[in-house]
């Protein structure tokens, strides 16, 4: 079972898309994104949010992720990092900060 010294090795931390495109070697659709965490850099992640997004329109978004991970390959792209989003009926609703916050902030 998890502990609270597991969650540690972990951040949860703001980003800005600098890139989205379509993952079309997915096996479920997802996109493919290029994303500015300030200190930590460009990091990648393949996530299934085209529900609700247009890859052209998630870029300049902010998100929230987790970092801290050990790389995945999805469908050939490297995934660095878990963007965090909500779970509904109609697919994932992403987790954003209500304001502009720095790229790379760490969620408390």
Request: no cysteine; net charge negative.
């Amino acid at each position: 079972m998890p502990t609270i010294d597991d969650w540690h090795e972990f951040r949860v931390r703001t980003g800005v898309v600098l890139r989205a495109e379509p993952n079309v070697a997915a096996r479920h659709p997802a996109y493919s994104m290029w994303i500015d965490f300030g200190d930590l850099g460009v990091l990648q992640s393949s996530a299934k949010i085209i529900d609700h997004y247009r890859a052209e329109d998630l870029v300049g978004t902010q998100v929230i992720a987790v970092t801290g991970f050990p790389p995945r390959h999805v469908a050939g792209f490297r995934s660095d990092v878990l963007i965090l989003g909500v779970l509904t009926d109609s697919g994932v609703v992403l987790v954003r900060p209500d304001r502009a916050v720095p790229p790379g902030s760490t969620i408390a």
